[in-house]
């Protein structure tokens, strides 16, 4: 199925929690996969689905992080951007809430963003933790098939996306 989207599931066969715990119980994991949208290089609508303003809060902070010669952005300085966002500057309106849980939270696990790195902060004379883009290690060219293929094409389309 090239250029639709294709469901690719993997149902776990895991254990039920234990009752009266709280614990919801295991559901299969589903993936939606479109060729055509990893392969145009748009990590973003890959990662967050058709969520547009998700995407759009996402852009504004890997413009802001890029405009920082270290790809990066400090803890102050990323609670005010969220909070810019939840107020509607730069044209998108975006809760302070969502941006750290869906936005930020996704991007940390996923390995795309790295937290509580040390850079030399010209202006306080002394090194800060920030939150820094990570560009992925991927080869040249592309593996011959199957998930590692799949791997390399959203690491490929992130490292565009970021030195574009």
Same mark, same amino acid.
Request: glycine letters at 8%; hydrophobic letters at 40%; proline letters at 4%.
């Given at each position: 199925? %090239?250029? $639709?989207? /294709?469901?690719?599931?993997c149902?776990?066969?895991?254990?039920?929690?234990?009752? @009266?715990? $709280?614990?919801?119980? &295991?559901? %299969?994991? !589903?993936? =939606?996969?479109?060729?055509?949208?990893?392969?145009?290089?748009?990590?973003?609508?890959?990662?967050?689905? #058709? /969520?547009?303003?998700?995407?759009?809060?996402? *852009?504004? +902070?890997? %413009? /802001?992080?890029?405009?920082n010669? *270290?790809? %990066? +952005?400090? !803890?102050r300085?990323?609670?005010?951007?969220?909070?810019?966002?939840? #107020? $509607?500057? @730069? @044209?998108?309106?975006?809760?302070?809430?969502?941006?750290?849980?869906?936005?930020?939270?996704?991007?940390?696990? +996923? @390995?795309?963003?790295?937290? *509580?790195?040390?850079? =030399? #902060?010209?202006?306080?004379?002394?090194?800060?933790?920030?939150?820094?883009?990570?560009?992925?290690?991927?080869?040249?060219?592309?593996?011959?098939?199957?998930?590692? !293929?799949?791997?390399?094409?959203? &690491? !490929?389309? =992130? *490292?565009?996306?970021?030195?574009?």
């Amino acid at each position: 199925m %090239s250029g $639709g989207f /294709r469901k690719l599931e993997c149902a776990a066969q895991l254990p039920s929690p234990p009752r @009266g715990t $709280g614990a919801m119980p &295991a559901k %299969s994991v !589903k993936l =939606w996969w479109s060729d055509k949208v990893v392969a145009s290089g748009d990590v973003l609508t890959f990662l967050f689905g #058709d /969520r547009k303003d998700t995407v759009a809060a996402a *852009n504004l +902070m890997i %413009s /802001r992080m890029k405009a920082n010669p *270290n790809l %990066s +952005m400090s !803890k102050r300085e990323m609670r005010f951007f969220a909070k810019e966002l939840q #107020d $509607g500057k @730069g @044209g998108v309106k975006y809760s302070y809430h969502n941006f750290y849980t869906k936005l930020l939270k996704k991007l940390l696990e +996923m @390995g795309f963003v790295d937290r *509580n790195v040390l850079v =030399w #902060d010209q202006k306080r004379k002394k090194t800060a933790s920030v939150y820094q883009l990570k560009l992925q290690p991927v080869a040249d060219r592309a593996p011959q098939g199957g998930f590692v !293929k799949h791997a390399w094409h959203i &690491a !490929k389309g =992130w *490292n565009d996306l970021i030195q574009k």
